[in-house]
């Protein structure tokens, strides 16, 4: 259960593995938030010069009090403080918090359950903006080193995005061992180059304070919001921080935050800000211009690395909200790997690897560059956001068991600063933001249609099935049902019905094995199940009994391993003398179908490209039967 405990206690900080755990996650978790320097203060510069062509001292102030003050009230006190308590059992993220939410309140309720959708399918739409965007703005800095270099830049940035991807299969912990000293160094060489230009100037430290935040807001009306718009680009990463808890652990990404990446990102603005108040041609990169022309070379290259580190931190993000999606039933089943023995919740999925390498080249080559791209980053992040700070209070509410005016209270300031945010952000859809709300609304279809298709198949089971206890009371009086050795294991989503593979097996062979095992495997609304509340048996006569097995969501079914803890329930077999019949259904599409045809079409074709039973939970191809049978939906 999540506590409202102290968030870094003297006994956690030396806690063995806590230090190397904050490092690692300095390098996955914080590679996205980490590099928007690069772009975050160019491009809200670029829009609030725009009332007059110039940098005004007032113009910088107002900016940096906007990026400060968002880093402190969204990062910091919002998710560092707040949300990384909203986790489910250590997993984070939009999904993890739906669960959470609908756990406290005991029922499913369908609004709940549409804003935990509309939060996930946004989410992916930041993980195909975010590796575009900041791979980009990394190589764009080459043009200060060789002008001519500009052809290139759109063919390094493929070929870089193109090698990442194909490293994933590594996973996770492979990739942090060296992610996470490159963004330490990262952090200290941006905040050496931010404390250089800041000593320059002092008085841009004036930032901290809030009012000239809010005398930019109110003196420049739509243009401020035009300007705020941009400011949330220093922000986004937020929500890949929250994602990727289940990969490090609360305490580490705080740890990493608080006095490493936090501290950094401070100074880089604030150096940028004296710059351009000293320098104003440097407007067009003032990151790059931090740093004297021989560091240019090294810093490009460093920021080169940064930025791959950056699309890391979504890509785990989008590992982990993928799996807990299919263990929701929210999406088809997909082949899942882990990819470290003592992580559970560093993950590697070869399909969503695939599909969101080619959204993210397509973006590449539509965009361009980082600045056209800047203006359709921000809507999905926003919008996500927006639904968090939702779901949180419903969490705060229901299972932190804080009175409803403190939880509304405690979350309704956040909720606020979001909304203004994404209507600041919406003013981008004409020139760009579409492209976010267009990933975002297929993934929504998608998992829609599958939960409504499967909702359905479900319905047409129940339908056409038997009642179990009726289907034991007929075998019992029959006296021409042949014997067969060994054990047949019905794998079923509804355990008092007789499962359909059962009912084939009895029609069309007239035989049945010494002893039938009718098992279900569900999810539970926690991320992790203990061995011990694992495996549930319930003997129905001396030859069924029925076998629930129950997996959190972040858990991969291994069916073989969960039947060997039935030896110490008393079940003994022999898993050699051990069919596991499974029912292939071959659907179609009825002239009386619930669904519209276009649904109905994209349901089936998910159904035919999950991954098999057999695969996803592990069960010996060797020891597999499958008996076919045609559904209309």
């Not at 809030?210 to 807001?217: I, T």
């Not at 760009?432 to 479900?458: D, E, H, Q």
Request: glycine share 8%.
């Amino acid at each position: 259960m999540a506590s409202l405990d102290t968030p870094l206690s003297d006994s956690a900080m030396r806690r063995p593995g806590l230090l190397p755990l904050s490092l690692a996650a300095l390098g996955v978790v914080y590679g996205d938030i980490g590099t928007s320097p690069l772009y975050a203060f160019r491009e809200a510069m670029l829009a609030a010069g725009a009332r007059h062509g110039g940098v005004a001292r007032e113009d910088v102030l107002g900016v940096l009090s906007l990026i400060v003050w968002a880093l402190v009230l969204v990062v910091t006190v919002k998710y560092v403080l707040i949300l990384l308590r909203a986790d489910n059992q250590g997993e984070g993220g939009t999904l993890s918090l739906l669960a959470l939410a609908q756990r406290a309140m005991g029922r499913q309720n369908r609004a709940v359950l549409v804003l935990g959708l509309m939060g996930a399918a946004l989410f992916y739409g930041d993980a195909a903006i975010t590796p575009a965007i900041s791979v980009l703005s990394a190589i764009e800095g080459l043009k200060l080193v060789t002008p001519g270099v500009d052809p290139f830049i759109e063919p390094i940035a493929i070929a870089i995005i193109i090698a990442l991807f194909l490293v994933q299969n590594h996973g996770t912990e492979a990739v942090a061992r060296f992610f996470g000293p490159v963004m330490l160094v990262w952090f200290m060489v941006m905040a050496a180059g931010g404390i250089h230009w800041t000593l320059q100037d002092p008085e841009v430290l004036a930032a901290l304070n809030p009012v000239h935040a809010l005398r930019f807001l109110m003196d420049n009306g739509k243009l401020g919001l035009i300007v705020l718009g941009a400011v949330f680009l220093a922000v986004t990463g937020a929500e890949a921080l929250y994602a990727d808890m289940g990969h490090f652990g609360r305490k580490p990404i705080q740890l990493a935050w608080l006095f490493m990446a936090f501290p950094a990102l401070l100074l880089t603005y604030f150096g940028q800000g004296a710059l351009v108040l000293s320098r104003p041609e440097t407007m067009a990169n003032p990151f790059f211009h931090l740093f004297p022309a021989w560091a240019l070379l090294p810093v490009v290259i460093l920021a080169t690395l940064a930025t791959i580190i950056a699309s890391q931190a979504v890509i785990t993000g989008a590992y982990s909200l993928t799996r807990q999606a299919v263990q929701l039933r929210m999406l088809p089943r997909m082949k899942i790997r882990h990819t470290s023995d003592e992580h559970q919740g560093q993950i590697y999925m070869p399909g969503v690897n695939r599909w969101l390498m080619l959204a993210v080249l397509a973006l590449v080559m539509l965009f361009g560059s980082s600045s056209s791209l800047a203006s359709a980053y921000g809507i999905s992040v926003t919008g996500t956001m927006v639904i968090t700070a939702l779901l949180a209070m419903i969490v705060a509410w229901k299972h932190w068991k804080l009175p409803l005016w403190l939880a509304v209270a405690m979350m309704l300031p956040f909720l606020v600063l979001d909304v203004t945010f994404l209507g600041a952000n919406l003013m981008k859809i004409g020139d760009g933001g579409y492209v976010p709300l267009g990933i975002a609304a297929a993934m929504l279809v998608t998992m829609a249609s599958w939960m409504r298709g499967t909702a359905i198949v479900l319905a047409k089971d129940r339908e056409a099935e038997l009642p179990l206890a009726a289907l034991l009371a007929q075998i019992q009086k029959s006296e021409s049902i042949a014997p067969v050795p060994g054990t047949a294991v019905f794998l079923t989503s509804t355990p008092d019905l007789a499962p359909s593979a059962l009912l084939h097996s009895l029609k069309h062979f007239k035989s049945l094995h010494e002893q039938n095992v009718i098992l279900t495997i569900t999810t539970a609304e926690v991320p992790h199940v203990p061995a011990s509340d694992r495996v549930r048996i319930e003997d129905l006569d001396d030859r069924f009994r029925r076998v629930a097995l129950v997996y959190g969501y972040a858990e991969e079914p291994d069916v073989p391993r969960a039947l060997l803890q039935c030896r110490r329930q008393g079940w003994k077999f022999d898993i050699m003398a051990t069919s596991f019949i499974l029912s292939r259904r071959r659907l179609r599409i009825s002239t009386r179908s619930r669904m519209p045809s276009w649904q109905g079409k994209l349901y089936i074709a998910l159904s035919r490209n999950a991954a098999a039973a057999s695969d996803y939970f592990r069960i010996p191809a060797g020891r597999v039967v499958e008996i076919g049978a045609q559904m209309n939906i």
